[in-house]
Every structure is written in C-alpha cells, then in structure tokens.
C-alpha cells in the first residue's frame, strides 16, 4: 500500500474554492484505475468536517497540526478529541513551517504527538534538515536528534501507528530535490534509530515517506526505492489532475 498525503496549506479560501476542488478531485479519480493507495487530504481546520463528509474510498482525513492539551482555556487552539469527533484520522506534525513560522521545537511536537496517540489519532511526523545543517554535513545528526526528543515517552505499542516523511527543509517550496541516494540514506537511518529506541520487533511495519517538491515529472525518480511507502505533497496538491497522476505513478511504482 503506498500513501500520499495532501498538504494544502493555507489555501481554499472560501466554502465554494473547497467544493470546487473536492468535485474536481473526484472526478480525476474516478478517471483512474489505481490500486492500493491510500489519498490523506490534510486542510485548513475549517474545511475537515466538509472534507470528511464528501471522502471517498481510499481517502483519510488529517490536519496541519493540534494542540497538546484535549480541553480547556486555550484560545485559538484545536484539540485531538475534536479531530477525532470532526472526522479526522491523521495530523501532521513538526512541519518546517511550523517551525521556521511559530517557533515549534522537538519539545513541543513531543507533546502534540503524545496527545495525538493517545486520543487514536496517527500522526505524521516530518524530519528533515535546513539547507545551513546541510551545508555543515550535520543532516544525519539532526535527524537523529529530532526523532530522539520527538518521540520521548512514546510507548513501543504504539511506534508503528506514526508515519515518517523524510522532508528536507531545502527542498520544501523549492523545486530541488535530494538525489534518490539522499532520499535511500535517510530512510535508512530513520529505521536504524528507531530499532535502538523500540526494537527491531516493533517497528517491522513502520511506514517512512518522502517530501519536498513532489510533481508528477519528479515522482517516479522519487520513489525509485520500492521500501519507500509514499510521498507528502505541498504545492501539487492543489491541483486534482497533477495531485490524482502522483497517486497514479506512485502507485504503480
Ligand atoms: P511542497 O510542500 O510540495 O510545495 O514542496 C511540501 C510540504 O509542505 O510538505
């Protein structure tokens, strides 16, 4: 099974610029015959309940993010429960965008995933490094450095349900790419840590995606490697023709 996941950002402006994309997303799917996939569209909080209402076979529902705490006096703030309650399955979590535009650290995205985990909802979890740790050679380092305060206190029932985007920060809103090596070397040290933090036993299924910059032109080269199980789609996911051929070539890789 391979999963794409939508990341629609701040976009859908309005009720009528979502139902237009929601049609305009079945009818290119209904175009295709695509097996053994699975669609995660992640919108703006306001649009999850129209989202989950109109989901079609092979179609999930995630959000962009949620807060650490399930109830209470916390303006403006979202909680797992309502994800749950609204139709929700999934969430991202620990995007760059979060992090370069709010300031969330390892700490932060810890506690959103714990509260997550524990009202059933799986997280998404994106790792990656900035083009400065790139240039430094310190990617393998942060990396392990962000999955290791990101997933403090995580009980090792529950490893399997997160699913792992290797992102790069550079490559997000870029147009650049890693090479399918750097893409191959990241997946592999994300499974490397994690079998010393939950053993070999418990993370056998765990599913890691790639994202950054996904296109229908860049998506085969992408998911070269048959391990990877997917890819998280900014941009591209605005547009159902470009976003249905990605399902469709990364299915059929
Ligand atoms: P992009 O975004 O596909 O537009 O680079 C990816 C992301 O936000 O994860």
Redesign the pocket.
């Known amino acids: 099974m391979k999963y794409v996941i939508a990341?629609l950002k701040m976009n859908l402006l309005s009720p009528r610029e979502r139902d237009q994309y929601l049609v305009s997303l079945a009818k290119e799917l209904k175009k295709k015959k695509i097996n053994n996939f699975e669609i995660i569209l992640c919108p703006p909080f306001v649009h999850l309940e129209a989202f989950a209402k109109n989901r079609k076979k092979n179609i999930k529902i995630g959000a962009q993010d949620v807060f650490s705490e399930n109830k209470g006096s916390y303006t403006g703030e979202i909680s797992p429960s309502m994800l749950k309650n609204f139709g929700c399955e999934y969430v991202i979590l620990g995007?760059s965008e979060r992090r370069r535009y709010f300031s969330e650290n390892n700490e932060d995205i810890n506690l959103k995933i714990l509260a997550a985990l524990k009202e059933n909802l799986i997280p998404i979890l994106c790792l990656g490094e900035t083009k400065a740790e790139k240039e430094n050679e310190t990617t393998l380092q942060v990396i392990e450095n962000q999955i290791k305060e990101c997933l403090t206190d995580v009980p090792r029932s529950k490893i399997e349900k997160i699913i792992f985007v290797y992102?790069p920060v550079w490559a997000?809103?870029s147009d650049l790419n890693p090479t399918v090596h750097e893409i191959m070397e990241a997946k592999v040290l994300i499974k490397k840590i994690l079998v010393e933090m939950f053993g070999q036993n418990n993370i056998k299924n765990v599913r890691i995606l790639y994202?950054?910059?996904?296109n229908s032109k860049n998506a085969k080269e992408v998911c070269l490697d048959p391990d990877l199980d997917g890819v998280?789609?900014?941009?591209?996911s605005l547009l159902p023709h470009e976003f249905i051929k990605i399902v469709e070539t990364i299915s059929n890789s």
């Open positions: 990341n995007h992102e997000v809103g994202g950054g910059s996904v998280l789609v900014g941009r591209e």
